[in-house]
């Protein structure tokens, strides 16, 4: 790898662990194997150390814009784990609720609905204890 994919792997750790948890990041290491390596590569240094990293938007902003697409998409689990990272970017679930009364408009009820069903586990597995996964 150059100095440039290095600095970009490194930044994409630090902001990857920082919005997603050290939990969740540690987990997608474990799991690694020769197959998805390049992969994991990939999304560090470009989701994380490039896109996330970026000083254009606030991560807030970014969980906003996440959310809706991971909505509309009907990507129900990666949605969960951007709900939690959502919540650790300081959303409330209550700004999180309008965000997906927003996606329900351009989204689709269905879509919505079925977001709505992910976040009630979500914030319900926030408010479980310190240390429990969101």
Do not use: K
């Amino acid at each position: 790898m150059s100095d440039d994919q290095d600095e970009l792997h490194a930044r994409g750790m630090a902001t990857r662990r920082e919005v997603l948890g050290d939990a969740h990041v540690d987990r997608a290491i474990e799991r690694t194997t020769p197959l998805t390596e390049e992969f994991q590569d990939l999304i560090t240094r470009y989701a994380w150390g490039e896109i996330w990293s970026r000083p254009g938007l606030d991560r807030r902003t970014r969980s906003c814009i996440t959310l809706a697409a991971l909505v509309a998409a009907g990507r129900e689990h990666e949605l969960e784990l951007h709900l939690g990272a959502a919540l650790r970017n300081g959303l409330t679930p209550a700004e999180i609720a309008e965000v997906l009364l927003q996606c329900a408009v351009y989204c689709g009820v269905p879509a919505a609905n079925a977001a709505f069903a992910v976040a009630e586990r979500v914030f319900a597995d926030s408010t479980a204890g310190p240390g429990t996964p969101a």
